[in-house]
């Protein structure tokens, strides 16, 4: 499920209204349909091969505040070896000063206190049960000269109080999503740890002085931290959205004023001046990638692509640059998973979304594909780019997944124009970013935007690669002389 919103940095209507009169290659007859088949008198057909090679990135990924945040433990992924997610944030009062329902401390008696975290889903194995441990984070988040707080990546790892764990809950991630009967509510998708009296108590006991503004509550309270217990087990990492209303502290306490109780909840949420961070942390060890990053010169035999922030290939496809100039009716990128009968594969799925983008060699950067990224409606047009990948029997009566992504225009601008045959990167990014609007080779405006694909860490796939199997990755070229 994705959370996240489309960003701008202007309409992507008016962008695209102003660019309707660029030039553009009208020699394909590509997405109405009308494909010729093929004859091999009038129209033909040519595969090309791919040198595709791995790369594993260190690269950091921004989680963003509306991001789902992800908490869990992987130890023993036979393509990528282990990964470890941990969540930090704050969750504060709506306002300051602030103060308990009650005339005095002394009158205010604390029934319990609980984290509770609005449950998305789970990427891994949902029927072993998994521990997780709150602790109270010793290091502060910061914020700009508007008290908004700082987008950290993937790679900031908070320090936190390794001595005193303050709340700790055992689950199955499969029975997240079953109702909770809890005190006067009823809800569902709900992960709900009970934390230590004595760290609760120490709110109403101190309020006075924590409470007075949110320098006093940070410098009290700097946040939790929520990390598995790896020794405990599991295999699976979950997804929890912070800006849900479900999300909260609650404190349940009761009054004695004259000899009435009542018992009251009091919630602290995720609020706009909230911190927050989502450390990802993979470890390689022998895992099966670590075997195939040596970029043998005609390319690797196995492709290993994980969802951002992790691995990634490069492709060259050299076969376009002899190309004579000819009418391109179609031409697909084909990549093919490869099947294994591990049974942590049924549960290690493969990605949501890849993405194929282009080699900028001037800037060292990567941008959406010339000639055929569209993104006119908001999103990416993936049926026509490819992306989700589709089910197949791979010959042996086994389903796997086919990526098919749609470069004929790109094509057409190689072998007609004579524009280069740049580096391709296969990839399953978090998220997909330009930052600034441009005109590209065949005169297609392309907006500012920020786009979310993928949950992060979402996801992995072992694919065929250059090699001489059928289903290798291949360019299925379609096309007419002229």
């Known amino acids: ?100 329902p009650a005339s005095d401390k002394d009158s205010l008696l604390l029934d319990s206190a609980v984290l509770v975290l609005h449950y998305s889903n789970t990427y891994g194995d949902t029927l072993t049960p998994q521990k997780v441990l709150v602790y109270k984070l010793s290091d502060q988040f910061t914020t700009d000269t508007n008290n908004i707080g700082t987008t950290y990546s993937t790679c900031n790892v908070f320090n936190y109080n390794t001595a005193n764990v303050i709340g700790e809950k055992t689950f199955v991630p499969a029975r997240l999503a079953d109702s909770v009967h809890a005190f006067k509510e009823d809800a569902s998708n709900e992960l709900r740890i009970r934390l230590s009296d004595a760290f609760a108590q ?137 099947y294994d009968p591990s049974p942590l594969l049924t549960y290690l799925t493969t990605p949501a979304y890849l993405y194929l983008d282009a080699k900028d060699t001037l800037s060292n950067t990567f941008n959406p594909i010339p000639c055929d990224f569209n993104i006119s409606t908001g999103q990416p047009n993936f049926s026509y780019f490819g992306g989700p990948g589709k089910l197949i029997d791979d010959g042996n009566g086994h389903q796997v997944s086919e990526y098919v992504f749609n470069i004929s225009r790109y094509v057409q601008s190689i072998v007609t124009r004579d524009s280069s045959n740049t580096t391709l990167r296969l990839q399953a990014p978090y998220q997909i970013i330009n930052n600034a609007a441009y005109i ?40 007419s002389t002229l």
């Open 440 to 479: 590209d080779r065949c005169g297609i405006g392309v907006p500012p935007f920020n786009l979310p694909l993928n949950n992060i860490a979402d996801g992995g796939v072992k694919l065929n690669g250059t090699n001489n199997t059928s289903t290798r990755i291949r360019l299925h070229i379609i096309y």
């Open 202 to 338: 120490g709110f109403i006991t101190d309020s006075s002085e924590i409470f007075a503004n949110d320098t006093t509550y940070k410098n009290y309270f700097k946040g939790f931290a929520l990390l598995m217990d790896e020794t405990f087990g599991g295999n699976a990492i979950n997804y929890f959205d912070l800006g849900s209303a479900d999300t909260r502290l609650s404190f349940y306490v009761r009054t004695s004023l004259s000899n009435v109780k009542d018992t009251l909840s009091v919630n602290f949420t995720f609020t706009s001046y909230s911190g927050e961070a989502n450390s990802v942390v993979h470890e390689r060890g022998t895992s099966e990638i670590t075997n195939h990053v040596s970029h043998p010169a005609n390319g690797d035999s196995l492709i290993y692509i994980q969802t951002a922030p992790g691995s990634y290939a490069e492709l060259k496809i050299p076969g376009l640059n002899g190309l004579s100039n000819r009418v391109i009716h179609r031409a697909e990128l084909i990549v093919d998973q490869v």
């Open 1 to 100: 499920m994705f959370i996240r919103k489309f960003y701008a940095a202007f309409p992507i209507y008016i962008f695209l209204i102003l660019c309707w009169s660029c030039t553009k290659i009208d020699t394909t007859n590509l997405g109405q349909n009308l494909i010729p088949v093929v004859d091999n008198i009038h129209t033909f057909d040519t595969t090309l091969s791919v040198i595709a090679d791995n790369f594993d990135t260190t690269a950091c990924d921004s989680v963003y505040r509306s991001d789902l945040h992800a908490l869990g433990f992987i130890p023993n992924d036979p393509y990528f070896g282990s990964t470890k997610a941990n969540m930090y944030f704050e969750l504060k009062p709506q306002y300051y000063p602030f103060n308990f």
